[in-house]
């Protein structure tokens, strides 16, 4: 292996020698290709070794953008779902301030700054959830037990909570309503004289709660105005469960109840469980009710023996880094099937929950970590790439004191801490605010993770420095326009560095104006880019 040295060779081309810090990269099949580093590690030109004496030199690294808008981006890629979770994690009890019965406003406050476009309420917990029980005045509400998480659930948290939420960080709400406890009988028949389950009448009258401006029930409550509720997921991991409905009776069921919530509002937006092959059945069934095809991800490195568990991740950060760095694969090979299935149908997909599944303390605190950030980064590219059919996205649980894979850290009791945004959070809120209205074609570097969208004259990239050493720096290129300059928007931290509420701005990102046509994108980072450009 070479070492990283400063020597003087003659360039082929070159009137001149130049002193070059050579660094080893990939075979070529025109020779060994060597990069040429300054002495901070960050590339600056490659070369392809000719013979022993002269060079080839290759121009830098080029990122070069086709402005041609591909396919309109949906805004709602950086969704967040709410769901009481009880004695597993916090959750929203920890969020729901009890003696001023409100939102705790720290909790609103960092919120706000993650910004999710749309947040769900809803998840297993909607299998069990009857929406009377949660509405109207405060001691009327009726505790529940949550089934699938452990212990109580006040109720003190409803449809005009929710709602309430949503509207004050102007994000659009999605509800998921019990289709029946999805078939679960443990869960809709606990024991005797308790039922769980929700019919297709439960349902409408929601919808009716929400969106008919002339509800009683809801005007009674004291809200005269329609909350005006346009998504509705019917059916929630109905595929997982054995011991739930099969993918028939899944189907006709969602039928039922999407006919009858459209009775009340033909205008809403109707999602249905297509999750375990059960997309092309569910379309077939009950497609002329929906709109899109909801599915979820839990996944790992993809990569056999990963250190992706435990503590296991410190003892060799190279190792987990590449585990890491693969993550994205499963997502692009989990949405290309999804694709296949509901393409002939003409339907959308909804992936209304998806993160990492991995093994350990707190599901793992690998995910606190940047180097975490980083890969959620490349998957949130994935997403990007696939926006003509994946109209809904997320990558966290939201919010909580306990699961790693929420967006935000709310540190308990809420009065003596600063709720934080978690690795995933940064980039969702980073990428949330700097992104694009029409996707756009760029190349990708082999180091360089990019995706690129636009609006107007204003270009967007978001990209992934991929080496966990080495910077890379490239030159940007717009066909037919000229870049005066831009903004970047940087997150570049130590990849074994693994955010506390200690350090919660350990991962905030650095605004960096620039002007020309050159970056260097540090090493382990993800940066959001404006372009500002003229017609060439």
Excluded at 3 to 27: D, E
Excluded at 81 to 106: G, I, K, Q
Excluded at 116 to 142: D, L, N
Aim: proline share 5%; charged share 25%; with cysteine.
């Amino acid at each position: 292996m070479i070492n990283t040295v400063a020597q003087k060779y003659r360039i082929a081309g070159s009137k001149s020698n130049q002193s070059l810090f050579l660094y080893p990269s990939y075979q070529n099949f025109c020779g060994i290709e060597v990069c040429i580093i300054n002495k901070y590690g960050i590339k600056l030109y490659r070369i392809y070794m000719l013979n022993g004496k002269e060079y080839l030199l290759v121009e830098q690294d080029l990122i070069r953008i086709c402005p041609k808008p591909r396919f309109s981006l949906s805004p709602f890629l950086y969704m967040q779902f709410m769901e009481p979770l009880s004695n597993t994690d916090s959750s929203v009890d920890a969020a729901w301030d009890y003696v001023n019965e409100c939102w705790h406003p720290r909790v609103m406050d960092t919120v706000k700054y993650l910004a999710p476009t749309m947040v769900r309420w809803g998840g297993c917990f909607a299998s069990y959830y009857r929406w009377k029980e949660a509405v109207g005045p405060r001691e009327q509400r009726i505790p529940m037990l949550n089934l699938c998480w452990d212990g109580l659930f006040s109720n003190q948290v409803g449809t005009k909570e929710f709602v309430d939420f949503c509207r004050q960080i102007e994000a659009e709400p999605l509800i998921v309503v019990n289709m029946e406890s999805d078939g679960r009988k443990h869960w809709a028949y606990l024991k005797p004289g308790m039922c769980r389950s929700a019919g297709p009448a439960e349902a409408a009258e929601w919808v009716d709660y929400c969106n008919n401006p002339d509800n009683v029930m809801r005007r009674t409550h004291g809200d005269d105005e329609p909350y005006n509720v346009r998504y509705w997921q019917i059916g929630n991991e109905t595929s997982y469960d054995p011991r739930g409905f099969d993918c028939e009776t899944a189907a006709g069921r969602t039928l039922a109840f999407a006919r009858e919530m459209r009775k009340v509002d033909p205008s809403i937006k109707l999602i249905a469980w297509g999750d375990s092959g059960w997309a092309e059945r569910m379309c077939e069934i009950a497609g002329e009710e929906i709109d899109m095809i909801a599915f979820h991800h839990h996944f790992g490195s993809g990569l056999e023996d990963s250190p992706l568990y435990g503590t296991e991740y410190r003892k060799d950060f190279s190792r987990t880094w590449e585990h890491l760095m693969n993550a994205y694969r499963s997502m692009e090979e989990r949405i290309r099937e999804m694709r296949e299935q509901v393409a002939p149908y003409g339907k959308k997909l909804a992936m209304t929950e998806g993160h990492f599944a991995l093994p350990g303390r707190n599901r793992c605190e690998v995910l606190s970590t940047w180097a975490a950030g980083v890969a959620y980064a490349r998957i949130m590219h994935v997403h990007q790439r696939n926006g003509d059919i994946l109209d809904i996205a997320t990558l966290a649980d939201f919010f909580g004191n306990r699961w790693q894979v929420n967006a935000i850290i709310i540190p308990t009791p809420v009065r003596q801490g600063i709720p934080y945004l978690q690795p995933v959070g940064w980039v969702m809120m980073l990428y949330r605010h700097h992104v694009g209205k029409e996707a756009i074609s760029a190349t990708n570097p082999p180091e360089l993770d990019v995706v690129a969208s636009r609006t107007g004259n204003r270009i967007y990239l978001h990209v992934v420095n991929t080496l966990m050493h080495r910077g890379v720096r490239v030159r940007l290129e717009v066909e037919g326009m000229k870049i005066k300059g831009g903004t970047a928007y940087e997150i570049a931290a130590e990849p074994e560095f693994e955010i506390t509420e200690l350090t919660p701005d350990a991962f905030k990102p650095r605004k960096k104006d620039f002007e020309g046509d050159e970056w260097t994108f540090p090493r382990a980072s993800v940066t959001a880019m404006e372009l500002e450009c003229v017609q060439a």
